[in-house]
Every structure is written in C-alpha cells, then in structure tokens.
C-alpha cells in the first residue's frame, strides 16, 4: 500500500501551466488543421499559442503566491 501523496503549491502550479500549455497547443493545433494549414504549420501555430499564454494569469487563477527572490 502506498502513502498519500499530498502535492506542493509549486507542484499544483506547474501543473496548471503543463495543463494549459497542452490545451492551447491542441486547440491550436486543431483549429490549423481545419482551417487546412499541413502538419509543419498547424505545428507553428501550437508552438505560437504556447508562447502566447498568460503565464501571469496562470499564477494568479491557481492561486499560488510565489516569493520573489
């Protein structure tokens, strides 16, 4: 049996940021492709929406407050 694993604010953070990489890089992606752009661009265009994300917001909504050094 194994112990209860209990996650890190850091940990639950970059899980929202993971999460919303993937999302945005798939409705990107998806869209792309429908819109007929080949594999290479609807590619570009996941990459561009990934760079484009509101890291900031991310934080704020997972409510983690990060100290800054």
């Known amino acids: 049996m194994r112990a209860e694993q209990t996650t890190t604010p850091t940990e639950n953070l970059a899980d929202a940021v993971r999460q919303a990489c ?3 890089a798939l409705t990107a992606y998806e869209t792309a492709r ?3 752009l080949c594999h290479e661009g609807a590619w570009e265009c996941a990459i561009d929406a990934m760079r484009a994300l509101d890291i900031g917001e991310i934080i704020r909504q997972s409510g983690v407050g990060l ?3």
């Open 67 to 69: 100290s800054e050094r």
């Open 34 to 36: 429908a819109d007929g």
């Open 22 to 24: 993937i999302e945005a």
